[in-house]
């Protein structure tokens, strides 16, 4: 899963106490959540941002690099890493729907990188060949955006509709799964979930949403912080928890953040 792609300097965590919150607010969603597809399009740009540090994430098809974050190759518009798996399930996706792509000839070295930081027998022509693929193939992008949604997007908007927190909730999961993946690691995604469980309840479970998601970016702050490669927390702290402030639970635009110190818009 994607690290961002652009390391900033560190920031001050601003650690919101999820005690300190205002009266208990109604849940407003509207438009079906995260999966709208005016809001799946506002996420993709504020995910961007921290990734890419653009907001044109179509053109992130092609990306593919090193970011020295010890998961070896990190690509595509989710940050797919030969490191973790993920680039490999897409690869062989690809190939399922495409055998003989121009990604084929990589699976084997994919298999054998996976959980590692290595390049071998992916340079020097993996990064130039990922490029073609995402610059010539429609079946390749298609393959990203499902991989991306099963994954990944899936996963977080029917988690956060079943805790009954809103568009920007979602989104908060949805970021959170990016970068940390679902697996049994005590930074994954369930469980910085379960750790914000310990602070507050959902509103699916009567509880406040304002505290709710404090608490959850609170611990999304704390797992952050457990890697050097994370270690800067702007996406939360000067974005996510700029839209809670607000109380902008529906990712209305416009949309006002910085990541990195650098300013985006929307709307």
Known sequence: MGAAAVAGPLLATQSANA?????PVTLPITAGGLDDPAKKEIAMQIVCSAENS??????QYRYCEDIDDGRGYTAGIIGFCSGTGDMLDLVELY????????????LPALRRVDGTDSHDGLD?????????A?????????????ERDRVYF?????QGKADGIGVLGQFCYYDAIVMHGDGGDSTSFRNIRKRALR???????????VAYLNAFLDARVWAMKQEEAHEDTSRVDTAQRVFLKKRNFNLNTPLEWKVYGDPYRIG
């Open 134 to 146: 995402a610059d010539s193939d429609a079946e390749f992008r298609k393959a990203q955006n499902d």
């Open 54 to 59: 653009s907001l044109d994430w179509k053109k």
């Open 19 to 23: 005690t300190q919150t205002s009266s």
């Open 95 to 106: 190939t399922q729907r495409k055998p003989g792509n121009v990604l084929a000839k990589y």
């Open 199 to 209: 602070s507050a309840k959902p509103p699916a479970q009567g509880g406040d949403e």
């Open 154 to 158: 899936n996963p977080s908007v029917k």
């Open 124 to 132: 020097p022509n993996f990064k130039p060949d990922w490029e073609r």
